[in-house]
């Protein structure tokens, strides 16, 4: 699910950042002193070489992942693909994973939606899948009734959307309305369908899974040819592989710059030791504190709300994320900003990498 976020209008130092935090601390707030533990979490670590992941030895990782980041891309992706599945083949494992990230235009013209969207096609020690992706031009929460207004809108469009693209990769998926929200079944019994990135008008996002390696790989080439001739990003997410087999998807498949993102489990002062060990690329995000607005807010529908920083280029800056809003948008960027004495400005994350 998409979040509402908030971010601080400029960055702070590591002093500055501890200062704020032993002020939360002593008006009530549970946030962690400098030798608690956390699990802070890395995303676009450039990197030269797989081996470099090697600098992060001091501490314990989790789900580490390397990009291939292919800029400015307008080949076939047929072809990229099957090279990826063609490499995947060889080192393939219980607990390996590879999927190819591109996007995609929509077929007609939408209110509620954004015309780009994102599809993956991934292969598991198992079975492949597809996984599409729609944005939504603003973040409407589960249970938030601001669009109800629109609401027979919202979920026209979302049909239509997902009826295209269904239609296009050719799969036994029916997408319909039912109790006033979108949902998406399969006629296929024996292939799983999940279905994910709720808000008020269903799901944003599905992905269909097939025990048939090839499956997808003609079906999502459809998709990318909707981009025609336009240069695209293309992300492709290997998880599960040793150093040597990275270095075998490295020769065999055609990339540009290469990304880690993983967690890893520090305390909170080695915070800026981390970061300066990323360089200027890498972002490090870290929750320091989760609390319900009731907490602090005495109106307003209860939301779950998540404070924490995020570290990039020797700076951090504060963010809060938020279920829902409690209030409307002005009123919840007053009301946190009066909260925390650091001015906030709204910022939601893109849904797409």
Same mark, same amino acid.
């Given at each position: 699910?998409?979040?509402?976020?908030?971010?601080?209008?400029?960055?702070?130092?590591?002093?500055?950042?501890?200062?704020?935090?032993?002020?939360?601390?002593?008006?009530?707030?549970?946030?962690?002193?400098?030798?608690?533990?956390?699990?802070?979490? *890395? @995303?676009?670590?450039?990197?030269?070489?797989? !081996?470099? +992941?090697?600098? &992060? =030895?001091?501490?314990? /990782?989790?789900?580490?992942?390397?990009?291939?980041?292919?800029?400015?891309?307008?080949?076939?992706?047929?072809?990229?693909?099957?090279?990826?599945?063609?490499?995947?083949?060889?080192?393939?494992?219980?607990?390996?994973?590879?999927?190819?990230?591109?996007?995609?235009?929509?077929?007609?013209?939408?209110?509620?939606?954004?015309?780009?969207?994102?599809?993956?096609?991934?292969?598991?020690?198992?079975?492949?899948?597809?996984?599409?992706?729609?944005?939504?031009?603003?973040?409407?929460?589960?249970?938030?009734?601001?669009?109800?207004?629109?609401?027979?809108?919202? *979920? @026209?469009?979302?049909?239509?959307?997902?009826? !295209?693209? +269904?239609?296009? &990769? =050719?799969?036994?998926? /029916?997408?319909?309305?039912?109790?006033?929200?979108?949902?998406?079944?399969?006629?296929?019994?024996?292939?799983?369908?999940?279905?994910?990135?709720?808000?008020?008008?269903?799901?944003?996002?599905?992905?269909?899974?097939?025990?048939?390696?090839?499956?997808?790989?003609?079906?999502?080439?459809?998709?990318?040819?909707?981009?025609?001739?336009?240069?695209?990003?293309?992300?492709?997410?290997?998880?599960?592989?040793?150093?040597?087999?990275?270095?075998?998807?490295?020769?065999?498949?055609?990339?540009?710059?290469?990304?880690?993102?993983?967690?890893?489990?520090?305390?909170?002062?080695?915070?800026?030791?981390?970061?300066?060990?990323?360089?200027?690329?890498?972002?490090?995000?870290? /929750?320091?504190?989760?609390?319900?607005?009731?907490?602090?807010?005495?109106?307003?529908?209860?939301?779950?709300?998540?404070?924490?920083?995020?570290?990039?280029?020797?700076?951090?800056?504060?963010?809060?994320?938020?279920?829902?809003?409690?209030?409307?948008?002005?009123?919840?960027?007053?009301?946190?900003?009066?909260?925390?004495?650091?001015?906030?400005?709204?910022?939601?994350?893109?849904?797409?990498?």
């Amino acid at each position: 699910m998409r979040e509402h976020r908030w971010e601080s209008c400029q960055t702070y130092s590591f002093q500055e950042v501890s200062a704020l935090t032993d002020r939360l601390m002593q008006a009530g707030f549970s946030v962690p002193g400098l030798e608690k533990e956390l699990i802070g979490y *890395i @995303e676009d670590w450039q990197v030269s070489h797989p !081996s470099e +992941i090697h600098r &992060l =030895d001091h501490w314990t /990782t989790e789900d580490v992942t390397l990009t291939h980041i292919l800029e400015g891309w307008s080949g076939d992706f047929f072809l990229l693909a099957g090279k990826y599945h063609t490499a995947f083949e060889d080192h393939q494992a219980l607990d390996t994973y590879c999927s190819v990230c591109h996007p995609f235009l929509l077929e007609g013209r939408f209110t509620t939606l954004l015309p780009k969207a994102m599809f993956w096609i991934g292969f598991r020690h198992s079975h492949s899948f597809i996984r599409v992706r729609i944005h939504t031009n603003e973040i409407i929460a589960p249970g938030e009734p601001c669009s109800d207004a629109q609401r027979a809108l919202w *979920i @026209e469009e979302r049909l239509a959307a997902f009826d !295209s693209v +269904i239609a296009m &990769l =050719d799969i036994p998926v /029916t997408a319909r309305e039912e109790n006033g929200k979108v949902t998406l079944t399969s006629s296929r019994r024996e292939a799983a369908l999940f279905c994910s990135w709720p808000d008020a008008f269903g799901p944003c996002q599905f992905e269909y899974n097939s025990a048939d390696a090839y499956e997808f790989l003609v079906p999502a080439s459809r998709l990318a040819a909707t981009m025609g001739t336009q240069p695209v990003t293309v992300r492709s997410y290997l998880t599960g592989f040793s150093e040597e087999q990275l270095q075998d998807f490295q020769t065999s498949v055609p990339w540009t710059h290469m990304a880690y993102r993983c967690s890893l489990h520090t305390t909170f002062g080695e915070l800026p030791t981390v970061q300066k060990m990323l360089g200027e690329s890498g972002r490090l995000y870290t /929750t320091l504190y989760e609390f319900g607005t009731r907490t602090h807010l005495q109106r307003g529908p209860e939301a779950s709300a998540v404070f924490g920083i995020v570290g990039h280029a020797g700076a951090f800056q504060f963010e809060i994320r938020l279920n829902q809003l409690p209030l409307t948008q002005s009123e919840t960027t007053e009301w946190l900003t009066s909260m925390l004495h650091v001015p906030l400005v709204y910022a939601p994350l893109s849904a797409f990498p």
